[in-house]
């Protein structure tokens, strides 16, 4: 089956730009999505893209593919102490017709001012 | 406003006391799913509805079942909760399921068993 993974931690500067990373498995045609989690909150919809696709840019998101590594990186300009979250990369299971999704295990984001 | 929600947001349970966590949506989406995200894991499908079409996980313990009486409501029943239940559980819903139809969650109901 599919498998997602993604570094645990990263702390950044407020203003500085984050970097957060994801493998993923599966060689099909897929969407890859990003979603943010705040403390005791469901999971909100960032930004996905297509398998197809190298980048994918929306205001302070940017979304880079690299298909023939499977890794995704989600890059946050100008990081704001509100970012601070948990960040999931997600991959929609093709292989089904409802739209499983299969999480990582998610990035803590933590912006110091 | 909220689109899918989830009550309550918190719930305490004891051991072995079946319990049950409701979700309402107001998008008259297809599919709802529910997700059980241990603490600093990933979020785990457990099953999920296609209209009245129940489809479980092939992981999805026992333990665990749903309901879904209409298109707005679905439930999450836990017949005898351990202690390795405790988790956030999420509701989630789409359209359809196909191609890149957004799923929508709700906040969550965060499990205690004591």
């Known amino acids: 089956g599919e498998d997602v993974e993604q570094s645990l931690f990263l702390s950044v500067r407020e203003g500085d730009s984050s970097v957060i990373n994801c493998t993923y498995t599966?060689?099909?045609?897929?969407?890859l999505y990003w979603y943010k989690q705040e403390p005791g909150a469901g999971l909100q919809l960032l930004t996905y893209?297509?398998?197809?696709?190298d980048m994918k840019q929306d205001q302070r998101l940017t979304v880079l593919l690299n298909k023939k590594d499977k890794h995704l990186s989600l890059r946050i300009a100008d990081t704001q102490t509100g970012d601070s979250a948990i960040y999931f990369c997600a991959e929609k299971d093709f292989g089904t017709s409802y739209g499983k999704l299969t999480f990582g295990q998610g990035t803590i984001l933590t912006v110091h001012p | 406003d909220a689109m899918v929600i989830q009550n309550p947001r918190y719930q305490v349970t004891q051991f072995g006391k079946p319990v049950t966590l409701s979700c309402s949506q107001t998008?008259?989406?297809?599919?709802m799913y529910w997700y059980q995200q241990k603490s600093s894991q990933a979020p785990k499908l457990l099953f999920h509805?296609?209209?009245?079409?129940?489809?479980n996980e092939a992981d999805t313990p026992d333990n665990f079942q749903s309901r879904r009486p209409n298109t707005s409501f679905c439930f999450l029943d836990i017949r005898s909760p351990g202690l390795g239940d405790a988790a956030m559980y999420l509701c989630?819903?789409?359209?359809?399921?196909?191609?890149?139809?957004?799923?929508?969650f709700g906040q969550g109901t965060r499990l205690t068993v004591v």
């Open positions: 599966d060689s099909s045609s897929t969407y």
């Open positions: 989630a819903t789409s359209r359809d399921g196909t191609g890149n139809t957004e799923a929508f």
């Open positions: 998008l008259n989406h297809n599919v």
């Open positions: 893209i297509f398998s197809n696709m």
């Open positions: 509805y296609y209209d009245k079409d129940f489809n």
